[in-house]
């Protein structure tokens, strides 16, 4: 077994239904991990297309709608890897900025994230398992946008919580990493891409010279997972094309 390998382990992958957390949960599968593909919805295609790779999965509904939605689910489950992708995006000027929207987002990008981590630290501590979170952040832990203010506020936070848990949880040989994306070609980012002015503003920006693509951040989060990452904790990885290095 390779120190890419991932064979034996069983991750959870939140909002794996598409976009990033599909492509992450299919390099997962891809390195011989069980994943479970949870989501608010059910993770059929993702499950399927696992499946149809040869790899072992399955689904969960898991609705962050309750930030508190996963406090039961690792306990004697068996599981070493959780990938905290689930996340949403409210767009409106900070002056006009909701109070609704403001929790909503905090709600599923960053009070939901620590709790999932909470109850996954929780049962590997107790069970004396080693195991790696990954959590995804975005470029706008380290800028701060236009017209997104909760969502940079939450960005921001998953960083900070990625680093206070790695420091607290090194010693149980838990490693806790965060990738901040640039601007990936998802749902997330329908809006903006389709918008041919600010679509030609972003590509401008980047130096690779090209959107992201959502199995750029799949490669990259099975191996934060892998042993071959065993002594990188508290990261926060750019993986932008380059944007904040320009
Ligand atoms: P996406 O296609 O909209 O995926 C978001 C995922 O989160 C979906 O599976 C969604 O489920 C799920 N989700 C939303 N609310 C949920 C809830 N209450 N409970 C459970 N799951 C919920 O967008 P994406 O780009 O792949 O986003 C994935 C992550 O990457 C997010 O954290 C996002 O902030 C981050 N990110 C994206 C970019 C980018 O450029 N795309 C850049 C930086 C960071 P539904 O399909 O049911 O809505």
């Given at each position: 077994m390779g120190p890419f390998s991932l064979e034996g382990r069983?991750?959870?992958v939140t909002g794996a239904n598409t976009g990033i957390g599909?492509?992450?949960?299919?390099?997962?599968?891809?390195?011989?991990?069980?994943?479970v593909c949870a989501g608010r919805r059910a993770c059929d295609e993702t499950v399927a297309a696992?499946?149809?790779?040869?790899?072992?999965?399955?689904?969960?509904?898991?609705?962050?709608?309750?930030?508190?939605?996963a406090k039961d689910v690792f306990d004697g489950a068996g599981y070493s890897i959780l990938v905290n992708n689930a996340g949403i995006i409210r767009r409106a000027e900070s002056v006009e900025y909701s109070e609704t929207d403001w929790d909503d987002v905090m709600d599923?990008?960053?009070?939901?994230?620590?709790?999932?981590?909470?109850?996954?630290?929780?049962?590997?501590?107790?069970?004396?398992?080693?195991?790696?979170?990954?959590?995804i952040?975005?470029?706008?832990?380290?800028?701060?946008?236009?017209?997104v203010p909760a969502y940079t506020a939450s960005k921001h936070g998953v960083a900070g919580v990625t680093k206070i848990l790695a420091?607290?949880?090194?010693?149980?040989?838990?490693t806790v990493n965060a990738i901040a994306p640039g601007y990936i070609a998802t749902n997330n980012t329908e809006a903006l891409r389709d918008d041919p002015e600010r679509s030609?503003?972003?590509?401008?920006?980047?130096?690779?010279?090209?959107?992201?693509?959502p199995s750029d951040i799949g490669g990259t989060a099975a191996f934060l997972a892998s042993p071959a990452a065993g002594y990188i904790t508290g990261a926060v990885l750019n993986v932008d094309g380059g944007w904040l290095a320009r």
């Open positions: 069983r991750a959870l599909q492509a992450i949960a299919l390099s997962l599968a891809g390195q011989g991990a069980h994943v696992i499946t149809a790779a040869g790899g072992s999965a399955d689904a969960l509904l898991l609705d962050f709608a309750d930030p508190m939605a599923v990008n960053l009070k939901a994230l620590f709790f999932t981590c909470q109850a996954f630290g929780k049962a590997l501590i107790a069970e004396g398992t080693p195991g790696a979170v990954v959590n952040a975005s470029l706008l832990s380290f800028q701060g946008g236009i017209r420091n607290e949880w090194a010693p149980h040989r838990i030609r503003a972003i590509l401008d920006r980047i130096p690779a010279g090209r959107w992201g693509d």
